[in-house]
């Protein structure tokens, strides 16, 4: 039987005196869950959201606001940190960043699409289709935009901006030098991957390879965050993925049907190219795109600060003075 103290010890990190990271990490995925039942629940009963679940801006905005609540508290009372710390700087390099990640995005998707409607692997079936009866077009590609715009920021806040950072400072007394480092880098960004895949395999159409592949994108997020310390870039990126991937150019996202979409889309070519009914994330394609992405972000990187490295606040380890 372990004594009180070693108990203790598993829990609490007196050299950095706050709870150890998987307990932080654990209590943070409870909160969340919690945090949106609850919100769920509240705006089910008083008629802000009709409960049926899925994609759509009222949904969007519960699990927004649930998890900037619960990382928000987990943050500064587990984590001991500046809700800032976790890669919202908000400074205008941060907004430059999101822009270029933006631009990153659209030229992604568009490449897809250009590809695949030149190889005859889709056809365009409508344009300006996807809304609802009485409802306009440009009302519906709103509240899509608007809807994205969620979904980029809870994820990276969840993904990059919480997971990465805990799962680096539990693993940074691995390895010493430079290449602990790396080490700790790339378990960081494999194991928060991971997780963002996992959270992707109950989606509609999803199947094994379509979770691996939206782990590599979580990969291709994670490569900005991991050299710039914050999460501008993954989110312009996250958000235009998306928005054009399903509302611009008619692909499922992630499974999922998108709403207002300014060109409508039938598949005919072969999934394991395309993705399929998943949507270019599940695709070699996509594979390809994300590979694209880590590159072109690396080279905004280097030309932005003038170098490609490791930001010290991810991989050198908790410094309680630096966060009170």
């Given at each position: 039987m372990l004594?009180?103290?070693a108990l203790r010890k598993l829990a609490w990190n007196d050299h950095e005196g706050r709870v150890r990271a998987l307990w932080r990490l654990i209590i943070h995925a409870v909160a969340m869950v919690?945090?949106?039942y609850l919100l769920a629940v509240l705006a089910v009963s008083v008629g802000l959201a009709g409960g049926e679940g899925g994609l759509g801006l009222d949904n969007m905005l519960i699990a927004t606001f649930a998890v900037l609540g619960a990382t928000y508290l987990t943050a500064t009372q587990l984590d001991r940190r500046r809700f800032a710390e976790l890669g919202l700087a908000l400074d205008r390099r941060w907004w430059l960043d999101a822009g270029v990640?933006?631009?990153i995005g659209v030229a992604l998707m568009s490449a897809i699409f250009a590809i695949e409607l030149g190889a005859g692997w889709v056809a365009i079936r409508a344009y300006a289709t996807g809304v609802g009866a009485g409802q306009s077009f440009a009302l519906g590609l709103s509240a899509a935009l608007l809807m994205f715009v969620c979904v980029a920021f809870y994820e990276e806040l969840v993904s990059r901006g919480y997971h990465l950072r805990n799962m680096a400072e539990g693993l940074a007394g691995i390895g010493a030098g430079p290449a602990?480092?790396?080490?700790?880098?790339g378990l960081a960004i494999i194991g928060s991957s991971a997780v963002f895949g996992l959270l992707h395999a109950s989606n509609a159409n999803a199947t094994a390879l379509s979770t691996f592949?939206?782990?590599?994108?979580?990969v291709m997020l994670a490569a900005s965050v991991i050299w710039t310390g914050q999460l501008g870039l993954a989110m312009g990126l996250h958000l235009s993925w998306n928005f054009c991937q399903g509302n611009l150019y008619g692909f499922p996202v992630s499974g999922s049907d998108a709403g207002a979409q300014l060109i409508a889309l039938d598949q005919l070519g072969d999934p394991l190219v395309t993705g399929g009914a998943f949507g270019p994330e599940a695709g070699l394609l996509g594979v390809a795109a994300m590979i694209a992405g880590i590159g072109l972000q690396?080279?905004?990187v280097r030309v932005s600060r003038g170098k490609l490295e490791l930001a010290p606040a991810l991989v050198d380890g908790y410094s309680a003075g630096a966060s009170s």
């Amino acid at each position: 039987m372990l004594k009180p103290n070693a108990l203790r010890k598993l829990a609490w990190n007196d050299h950095e005196g706050r709870v150890r990271a998987l307990w932080r990490l654990i209590i943070h995925a409870v909160a969340m869950v919690v945090g949106w039942y609850l919100l769920a629940v509240l705006a089910v009963s008083v008629g802000l959201a009709g409960g049926e679940g899925g994609l759509g801006l009222d949904n969007m905005l519960i699990a927004t606001f649930a998890v900037l609540g619960a990382t928000y508290l987990t943050a500064t009372q587990l984590d001991r940190r500046r809700f800032a710390e976790l890669g919202l700087a908000l400074d205008r390099r941060w907004w430059l960043d999101a822009g270029v990640g933006v631009v990153i995005g659209v030229a992604l998707m568009s490449a897809i699409f250009a590809i695949e409607l030149g190889a005859g692997w889709v056809a365009i079936r409508a344009y300006a289709t996807g809304v609802g009866a009485g409802q306009s077009f440009a009302l519906g590609l709103s509240a899509a935009l608007l809807m994205f715009v969620c979904v980029a920021f809870y994820e990276e806040l969840v993904s990059r901006g919480y997971h990465l950072r805990n799962m680096a400072e539990g693993l940074a007394g691995i390895g010493a030098g430079p290449a602990g480092r790396y080490l700790v880098a790339g378990l960081a960004i494999i194991g928060s991957s991971a997780v963002f895949g996992l959270l992707h395999a109950s989606n509609a159409n999803a199947t094994a390879l379509s979770t691996f592949n939206v782990g590599l994108a979580g990969v291709m997020l994670a490569a900005s965050v991991i050299w710039t310390g914050q999460l501008g870039l993954a989110m312009g990126l996250h958000l235009s993925w998306n928005f054009c991937q399903g509302n611009l150019y008619g692909f499922p996202v992630s499974g999922s049907d998108a709403g207002a979409q300014l060109i409508a889309l039938d598949q005919l070519g072969d999934p394991l190219v395309t993705g399929g009914a998943f949507g270019p994330e599940a695709g070699l394609l996509g594979v390809a795109a994300m590979i694209a992405g880590i590159g072109l972000q690396a080279a905004w990187v280097r030309v932005s600060r003038g170098k490609l490295e490791l930001a010290p606040a991810l991989v050198d380890g908790y410094s309680a003075g630096a966060s009170s």
